[in-house]
């Protein structure tokens, strides 16, 4: 049973290819981490299962369905997938509230008022409550990024891709976000995410992928890439990481 | 205890604060009255130099005649009245027709090719044409062609020429304010749901109007100036008003009055566009 399902996936930048070949099976509950180099491809692989690029060859499943195919709806795609960006990308706009309700709104007919409600309850499941009225550059970028996650979890959707969710920040406010995927996590939420994070990868992935130029080299329980790595790109991957003393 | 020893909050300010607070008043007071005297020298250079001038007699007369002013001001007025009417009819529409092809512009689906190419010739054309030139083939053209339904009064067929000239710039502003909102604006709306409409509408152009804001005021001011070239087909606006005298009198005094006219309508704008640049500066920095 898989929720997520990329088959041979190619993408292309300007006749360079950015993934060879790329498998990969989520199942549902499933966290799955993608570790790699910068450059290495994990944020095209993310954009491409959201449809925010159009892939060169292999094909995307979801629940079996090929959302790769031209065929298939983008938005209800979409409309199915959350995403959270490295730079946050909060609609500057508006406030705290007008960004999580938007979506619930315009895109899924939810009523405005059930959709604040329900805005207001992760508000206040994520320590944001006093934060509803605010804009946006009022925040700190890690309350910036909860909202940001709030706001792609208020379309309740199947699967959330995180895209670095935490590089941007201060180390001090990395914990109250990677906090937030961690409660996540316990309510059963299928995930793919790219981080720099090792120790959080380890701590919470069920699966850890290494992708090595655009090939998925390797995959495992976090133990096994992280204690007995088999392939050579990944162990030379892990120790420069350990050096640079981000594990 | 002395007036502006008590901060908000009821907290008693420090001796030092109170002293800081009294070189700052007192700095901005030499300030004003250094930039009002440099002010006061240098026009009354300026008016010396004028009125020196070896033809400053004749300029005077011809120019500065207070009773030509006083004879020719209210038919310039109410020629005056006819340049504002044309300015709010055309701004108008000038906003909505230029924000419609920007985002013609913007469409991408193949179906929407031929709307887009055509976008793009109307701009092309517009922008290179000067506007003056709009105005008299539009003036003379389309009457001549005899239409059902073509206008034929001056002032409605200014206002066309007027609107298809500016729409093409004003268009352009909106499309440089669309590309002004970052990527990722688009991409997260997008990876909501959002369709592509839908994310144009809510999250790019609220961002991207904010943005444009000031060049279109500018645009605004430049209208506003251009309403006068639509004498050349006989609209009797303030120019034609002020020419007509200056030929009859033999005094070119009710040009100024116009230019005058002119000026006190662009005034409020211009440090209305300071305003609002001032404010975004402020909220940048915020
Ligand atoms: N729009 C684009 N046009 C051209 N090349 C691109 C584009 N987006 C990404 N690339 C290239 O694709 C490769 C993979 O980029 P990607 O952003 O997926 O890497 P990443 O693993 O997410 O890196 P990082 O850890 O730095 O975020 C890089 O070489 C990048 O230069
Ligand atoms: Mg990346």
């Known amino acids: 049973m898989t929720l997520l399902r990329i088959e041979n996936l190619w993408k292309d930048?300007?006749?360079?290819?950015?993934?060879?070949?790329?498998?990969?099976?989520?199942?549902?509950?499933?966290?799955?981490?993608?570790?790699?180099?910068?450059?290495s491809g994990k944020s095209t692989l993310l954009r491409c299962v959201n449809l925010l690029e159009t892939v060169d060859d292999g094909a995307i499943f979801l629940d079996e369905e090929e959302i790769t195919s031209p065929r298939a709806d983008a938005d209800a795609v979409r409309k199915r997938i959350g995403m959270v960006f490295q730079s946050y990308n909060l609609f500057p706009h508006m406030t705290v509230l007008d960004n999580i309700c938007l979506a619930p709104v315009k895109a899924h007919g939810v009523p405005r008022g059930r959709a604040e409600e329900e805005a207001r309850e992760l508000l206040t499941r994520f320590g944001l409550a006093d934060k509803a009225g605010a804009y946006p550059d009022r925040l700190s970028g890690g309350q910036q990024q909860r909202v940001?996650?709030?706001?792609?979890?208020?379309?309740?959707?199947?699967?959330?891709?995180l895209?670095?969710?935490?590089?941007?920040?201060?180390?001090?406010?990395?914990?109250?976000?990677?906090?937030?995927?961690?409660?996540?996590?316990?309510?059963?939420?299928t995930m793919i995410l790219a981080t720099h994070e090792m120790g959080f990868a380890r701590e919470i992935a069920d699966t850890v992928c290494f992708l090595d130029e655009g090939v998925l080299r390797e995959r495992g329980t976090p133990e096994q890439i992280f204690t007995e790595p088999r392939h050579e790109r990944t162990r030379a991957f892990l120790s420069t990481v350990i050096a640079s003393r981000r594990l | 205890?002395?007036?502006?020893?008590?901060?908000?909050?009821?907290?008693?300010?420090?001796?030092?604060?109170?002293?800081?607070?009294?070189?700052?008043?007192?700095?901005?007071?030499?300030?004003?009255?250094?930039?009002?005297?440099?002010?006061?020298?240098?026009?009354?250079?300026?008016?010396?130099?004028v009125v020196n001038a070896p033809g400053w007699e004749r300029v005077r007369a011809a120019f500065f005649d207070p009773a030509a002013f006083a004879e020719a001001l209210p038919d310039v007025v109410a020629g005056f009245w006819v340049n504002v009417q044309i300015f709010l009819i055309a701004e108008p529409l000038i906003l909505i027709a230029g924000l419609l092809i920007a985002l013609v512009r913007e469409l991408r689906a193949p179906v929407f090719f031929p709307l887009r190419a055509l976008a793009v010739m109307y701009v092309d054309v517009f922008r290179g044409v000067p506007t003056l030139l709009v105005i008299l083939l539009v003036g003379f053209g389309l009457p001549a062609l005899?239409?059902?339904g073509v206008p034929d009064d001056e002032v409605t067929l200014g206002v066309?020429?007027?609107?298809?000239?500016?729409?093409?710039?004003?268009?352009?502003?909106?499309?440089?304010?669309?590309?002004?909102?970052?990527?990722?604006?688009?991409?997260?709306?997008?990876?909501?749901?959002?369709?592509?409409?839908?994310?144009?509408?809510?999250?790019?152009?609220?961002?991207?109007?904010?943005?444009?804001?000031?060049?279109?005021?500018?645009?605004?001011?430049?209208?506003?100036?251009?309403?006068?070239?639509?004498?050349?087909?006989?609209?009797?606006?303030?120019?034609?008003?002020?020419?007509i005298y200056a030929s009859s009198k033999f005094n070119y005094t009710p040009y100024l009055a116009a230019a005058l006219l002119f000026v006190l309508l662009t005034i409020p704008m211009a440090r209305f566009t300071d305003y609002l640049a001032a404010r975004t500066a402020r909220r940048r920095g915020a």
């Open chain 1, 13 to 39: 930048y300007h006749g360079h290819s950015v993934l060879r070949g790329v498998d990969l099976a989520v199942a549902p509950h499933e966290v799955v981490c993608l570790i790699g180099a910068s450059g």
């Open chain 1, 148 to 161: 940001a996650i709030i706001r792609a979890l208020a379309t309740r959707p199947r699967l959330m891709l």
């Open chain 1, 163 to 189: 895209d670095e969710v935490t590089s941007a920040l201060d180390p001090a406010l990395v914990a109250e976000v990677l906090g937030v995927i961690r409660e996540l996590r316990e309510g059963g939420m």
């Open chain 2, 1 to 49: 205890m002395p007036a502006g020893t008590v901060a908000g909050g009821g907290r008693v300010k420090s001796a030092r604060q109170v002293e800081r607070e009294r070189l700052r008043r007192r700095r901005a007071y030499r300030s004003g009255s250094v930039a009002s005297a440099s002010t006061i020298i240098f026009l009354a250079l300026v008016v010396a130099v």
């Open chain 2, 146 to 148: 005899r239409l059902q």
């Open chain 2, 160 to 243: 066309i020429a007027l609107t298809l000239s500016y729409t093409a710039y004003v268009a352009e502003v909106f499309r440089a304010g669309i590309a002004t909102v970052h990527p990722g604006q688009r991409a997260a709306a997008r990876s909501l749901g959002l369709s592509h409409t839908q994310a144009m509408r809510y999250v790019v152009l609220p961002q991207a109007v904010r943005n444009v804001v000031p060049p279109l005021l500018n645009d605004f001011v430049s209208l506003q100036k251009d309403t006068a070239l639509v004498s050349t087909i006989g609209v009797i606006e303030a120019l034609r008003q002020a020419q």
